[in-house]
Each structure stands twice: as structure tokens, then as C-alpha cells.
């Protein structure tokens, strides 16, 4: 974000609800078991269309750029699809596919509970899978895990409470992927995004991992413009990394091409 914001650019993040200061459903104050899957992409596209419209609102603008990271890159191109005339380009980073690796494998979806909790120390053996044993140490800057631990963390203040503390993740992804992707049904139509694409993936990602971001490109048959760009240094979490600033530059450079 302050990449692109001191390059001239407004730039908004949206915490769906479940996740950072957004509110959390009524279902995730009570035991996970109690209730199916809660967030599901379906309301993650109506979160996107609210913020669109309050953002082309208030820069009376009639279009902007949606970028989507893990799950956010099949809610933005749902609503890209649905709305063609707000998007003026989409931005997907490791875009989710056909396939079960890593983190995501296989469930029943009908068997998942609301929500899930996740661990500091869970978190950090999820980051570095798949990792090189030689980049380990310098992957990920000094200080920053334990920055984003401290800041993410503490917008769950109930999950904060537990020891060892946890936050508390929603679901509907994980339950969309058990019913779409994984067994071989996207949850969208590539053929139906009429906007520029641009997709990037990095090499040691071990939930998207490179060849899943291949098969999508030439899927992307209506899009005026599509681009790959596979960075040598990274993994799911590469925004954070040290190696981040080729994923800035590249986003940039994609952004910088609808202004020339």
C-alpha cells in the first residue's frame, strides 16, 4: 500500500468481515462446531461491491483497480465478472486454481466448523514450508514476523485471551475450495473477465504453487491484456519477505501502464 500510495496512487484495503477490524459473525462467538462455514466467497463479493461503491463515491471515479491475494483472487474476479464496468484492471497474486496442495487439501465441507484458529507457531511452520533450508534465516526481515504476529493478533481480542494465543479465521474458503476447486469445478468462469490481468506467482509457494498460476493464464481468453510474472524469490506470504520489492515493482509496473 505505501508502495503505490507514494507513487501517486489512493490506495484501500478491505478487512472482510471475520478478519482484522471488520466485525466478526454472531457464529464465531461460540464453538466452531455449532454452525457450518461462515463467510463464504459469495458474501466476501458483496463485501468488495460496498467498498467499490463507497471508494468510486467518494473519488468520483468511474472505475478502479482490484487486486486479490489467496482467497481475495477469486472474490474480486467474481465481482469483476459481475461488474465489468467498475474494474478498470485486476490484480491477482498467487491465484487460486484447480488443485489441492499445501494447506489446501482435501475436507468435506459439510463437516467443516464455522471457523478455524491458528497459532503463532502454526503460522510460521505454514510460512516457510517449502522453503530452501539455505534461505530460511533470511527469508522473512528481522523484526517483521514478530510485528505482524503482535499487529494481526491483536485484532482478534477473544482469541488474544487464549493460551497460546490464536486468531480466529472464518471458514468459507476453506469450504469453497472443499466444493469447487478441489474437485475440479472453478468457482468462475476465466473466459467471462473482460479487464487486464495481471497474475503473479513466486516460486516456493506451497499453497499456490507456480504451475497451478500457469494452467489459469490461458484460460484468460477475453482479457484484453494478461500477463505472468513468476518471481524466483518468495512464497505465499512474499509481500512481507525480503525479497518483496519484486512483487511491488511488478504490480506497479501494471498499474503505471493505464496511466501512459
Known sequence: MDHSAARGYDVYLLDLRGYGHSTRPPEMAQSPDAHPPVVRTETAAKDIAAVVDFILARRRIPRLTLLGWSWGTFSTPTYSIAHPEKVARLVLYAPIWIGQTGRLAQAEAGRMPAYRTVTPEQARARWLNGVPESENATLIPPGVFDAWVKA???TDPEGVKQIPPVIRAPNGVMA???ASWWVGKPYYDPAKITVPVLLVTAAWDSDVPPAMVRALLPLLVNAPAKRLVELPQGT????????RFALFDAVQSFLDEAEE
Do not use: F, Q
Open 236 to 243: 505465499h506470504s512474499v509481500m512481507m519477505e525480503t525479497h
Open 152 to 154: 494481526t493478533w491483536a
Open 176 to 178: 469453497d475450495c472443499a
